[in-house]
């Protein structure tokens, strides 16, 4: 029997800045038995689903989004940090509790009518996931559902999602 997914997520307080309280999936992905299980068990919800592509978001959710893809044989679409994705973007800006970002899709990303599943590693407050929503959305596809493999469900980012469906493995 493997240990939890919740036993193998490491807790490191006070990273990146003093009050963070930062979930390390790290020890997760080093254990080859839990990283497949969790991939495993994306691809089991998805698996039934009418679905175009698995959209990831840049850096940690490229790690679940990329073997998902595989697992269901549809392609992958990243969104990634300004000044990356060589061809023209769709760009969102969206604000942090302290500053701001910005994230781009290409705008041919999708075929017309893609139905899409967007991954990250954790939702927070959900301003990220909110902003690949909106790209996702202006580059003319349809969102099926977001997910995460952990969920800090203080934070109510489910409450920004309000408007899509959302799935989580693990809540704090
Ligand atoms: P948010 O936009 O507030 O939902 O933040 C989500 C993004 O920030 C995700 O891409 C996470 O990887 C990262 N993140 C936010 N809070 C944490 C945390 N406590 N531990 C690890 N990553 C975090």
Do not use: W
């Amino acid at each position: 029997m493997t240990a939890s997914f919740a036993d193998l997520i490491r807790n490191i307080p006070d990273f990146p800045i003093p009050g963070i309280q930062f979930k390390d999936i790290t020890t997760l992905l080093r254990d080859g038995a839990a990283f497949r299980q969790a991939i495993d068990a994306f691809a089991e919800r998805y698996a039934g689903r009418t679905l175009d592509a698995v959209v990831g978001i840049e850096s940690r959710g490229f790690i679940f989004s990329a073997p998902l893809a595989y697992r269901l044989g549809i392609g992958l679409v990243p969104i990634r940090k300004p000044g990356k994705l060589p061809a023209a973007t769709y760009q969102v800006e969206y604000d942090l509790e302290y500053g701001s970002n910005k994230l781009e899709i290409h705008r041919d990303a999708f075929t017309p009518g893609a139905r899409v599943v967007i991954i990250d590693d954790l939702l927070a407050t959900g301003g990220t996931v909110a902003a690949a929503c909106q790209l996702v959305e202006m580059a003319g596809a349809t969102i099926e559902e977001t997910a995460f493999l952990i969920e800090l469900t203080f934070l109510n980012g489910r409450e920004r999602l309000a408007k899509y469906p959302v799935f989580s493995m693990i809540q704090y």
